[in-house]
């Protein structure tokens, strides 16, 4: 099943699967938002938890957040869509 951006839903938990490493382009871990260094991405077959979107700058455009093991990741680029797989109960 393809995902679409209406089907994020906060608390819901996704496998990545690397199908185009682009959707990571602007990826970067919320605890060091400020240097604006990429963070590496996450390894084929990670699970994430989606939290929701927050905004980080006066750019208008706020970030979509996942939680990767213990860290809280943003990612701007809406491509990320592409490489979320839900995972069933």
Known sequence: ?????NDLHVG??????????RCWVA?????NISNRQSADRPADGTVVMY???EQFSN??????IFVV?????????????????????
Not at 27 to 31: L, T, Y
Not at 59 to 64: F, I, K, L, Q, S
């Open 69 to 89: 093991g213990e860290k809280k990741y943003a990612v701007w680029n809406s491509s990320v869509i592409h490489g979320l797989q839900p995972i069933k109960d």
């Open 59 to 64: 750019n208008g455009v706020p970030a979509y």
């Open 27 to 31: 990826w970067f871990d919320v605890a």
């Open 51 to 53: 939290l929701g979107r």
């Open 12 to 21: 819901s938990i996704y496998r990545w699967v690397a199908k185009d490493l």
């Open 1 to 5: 099943m393809e995902l679409g951006l």
